[in-house]
């Protein structure tokens, strides 16, 4: 009996000693197990340690804000600047709305006025200082133009620059070329100034050129744009009648017309003058030359067989640039005319119904359009690109633009009732004329 209770002992014993291996297996077992699936969990939750330049370049770009001041009047907000400032962002058309008439609308109030000033713009000739002159009154300065139907961004004379780099550009035509030649100065000035680099003897003609922008302007005085011998004073005054050769076109302009990217031709109030014509240097007719025996062809013949000849060397020329056509200007002389006594007082813009072309405006308009509208199709054929500028009614609407007597210095300094001659055909700088720019701005870089 002792005996089998040693063995039934030692059997016990060791059981227990098995089972207590097998518990301390399990529980390191177990411990493994729940530390291994523990680092795989915190693997998987942890947040990831990123380097700076990662998280910079993750960062959403900062969009630039945009100045909407000046489009206060506007309904539309301007658009983001394109990237790339040659290719700018087209606007798209809304179902239904009408075609954009940049010609046509009216004159609205804007009283953020002109971006340059007679005192910021040493470019603006004595004639066209109405402020520099004394002229009272400054709210002609406050009036934009608004096309129907669409908008018009006003000029923005840093991408226009930008957008001609090696770039020319030409106004070709008489003295209202010149006044739009420095308006479109003035406003370029506010970003780099222009150094003139050429004129002619009489100072008619000159070109400017923008060194940071390589970008050349030039004036070409040329009032009939055909080959002419003029008899004339500054002041407009003339011994002689123009001998005006209708078969000829001014070598002034077509010599430099190839090498020209962008040009503005126009003429107009000139072929009134008193003139002979010529063809085949052979005299025809003239315009108002009672003490000649001559005949009397008019001037409107002159005109369109003159503006005729000129859309037709534009349209064979193959030119690769950009042509602009302008046509003529309205005067508002009231009570007689440059030279009798004719004068311009009112000081406000009217409204389209309330003011009429006079027929010799309108005779010459209906001309230039004519020739034009004959000029786009053979034009188109040969790849020139030719376009209309047409600012007739636009200008027609702003009487109280003009210097009137404020072309001379202080007119009425010594005498009140002073007899002055009066300007009502130019147009004061800074003043309506300027809108030109923004209106040439849009049609070069929407079309």
Not at 387 to 415: I, S, V
Request: with cysteine; proline share 5%.
């Amino acid at each position: 009996m002792k005996l089998n209770w040693k063995l039934c002992n030692c059997w016990s014993l060791k059981n227990r000693h098995h089972l207590l291996i097998r518990l301390a297996v399990a529980i390191l077992l177990m411990g493994f197990a729940f530390r291994l699936f523990f680092f795989k969990s915190e693997e998987f939750l942890q947040t990831p340690v990123v380097d700076k330049t990662e998280v910079a370049e993750a960062t959403p770009p900062v969009v630039a804000t945009i100045d909407v001041s000046e489009y206060e009047d506007h309904n539309q907000m301007p658009q983001k600047e394109a990237e790339d400032q040659n290719e700018m962002p087209q606007k798209e058309p809304e179902i239904g709305a009408e075609k954009c008439d940049l010609f046509t609308g009216d004159w609205v109030p804007n009283l953020k006025g002109p971006v340059y000033t007679n005192a910021s713009c040493p470019l603006i000739e004595s004639h066209q200082n109405c402020m520099g002159n004394g002229r009272p009154d400054s709210g002609y300065l406050y009036w934009r133009w608004r096309p129907e139907n669409c908008e018009l961004p006003p000029f923005n004379a840093e991408k226009f620059l930008y957008l001609m780099r090696n770039k020319t550009w030409a106004l070709i035509g008489d003295s209202i070329s010149r006044n739009h030649v420095q308006s479109l100065l003035c406003m370029l000035s506010t970003v780099e100034q222009a150094v003139e680099v050429y004129h002619d003897e009489e100072y008619r003609s000159k070109r400017w050129h923008f060194p940071s922008y390589n970008f050349s302007v030039s004036v070409i005085w040329s009032p009939f744009l055909a080959k002419a011998a003029i008899f004339e004073d500054y002041n407009g005054v003339s011994t002689s009648e123009v001998q005006l050769h209708l078969d000829k076109l001014d070598k002034k302009w077509t010599e430099q017309y190839l090498n020209l990217d962008y040009m503005i031709i126009s003429t107009g109030k000139w072929f009134l003058k008193s003139s002979i014509y010529y063809e085949n240097d052979t005299v025809v007719g003239c315009h108002y030359c009672p003490k000649r025996n001559l005949t009397e062809l008019g001037f409107d013949f002159a005109y369109r067989k003159t503006l005729s000849s000129v859309m037709d060397f534009i349209a064979a020329s193959k030119h690769k640039g950009l042509v602009f056509f302008r046509t003529s200007t309205p005067d508002h002389f009231e009570n007689g005319e440059w030279h009798n006594g004719g004068s311009c007082q009112k000081m406000m813009p009217v409204k389209e119904g309330d003011i009429e072309l006079k027929d010799l405006n309108r005779i010459l308009r209906n001309i230039e359009l004519e020739e034009f509208e004959k000029a786009v199709p053979r034009a188109t054929q040969n790849g020139v690109k030719l376009k209309l500028l047409d600012f007739t009614n636009l200008l027609l609407l702003r009487p109280d633009g003009h210097p009137g007597a404020y072309r001379e210095f202080q007119p009425f300094a010594k005498d009140k009732d002073a007899k002055v001659q009066n300007d009502c055909l130019h147009w004061c700088l800074p003043g309506p004329i300027d809108t030109w720019n923004d209106l040439i701005m849009e049609i070069v870089v929407n079309g």
